[in-house]
């Protein structure tokens, strides 16, 4: 399987979860994308890294989109994404 994982800095969680819960959203599931989990920041909360269930090909297609510049900036993103690509080598017990 194939994941994205995105570092943003936003300028506010609120405005930021529901842009990206809504326009955001419907936006990623025209590009391919299948899910994500969002992680916050302990020390600075306006840091997240986004793990998404997408491939690379699918990431480039959204970041191409004319409308995500928009969408982005609706949601407070302080700068665009930065993204590193992995796939899943083994899951193991604690």
Known sequence: MAYAIARVQITDYEQFIATFNGRGK????????RGVTIHRS????????????????GVEAFMADPEVEEIMKAAGLKGRPEFTFVEREAVLEA
């Open 26 to 33: 419907e936006k990623r599931a025209e590009h391919g994308c």
């Open 42 to 57: 302990i020390e600075d909360p306006n840091k997240l890294v986004n793990v998404f269930d997408w491939d690379r090909e």
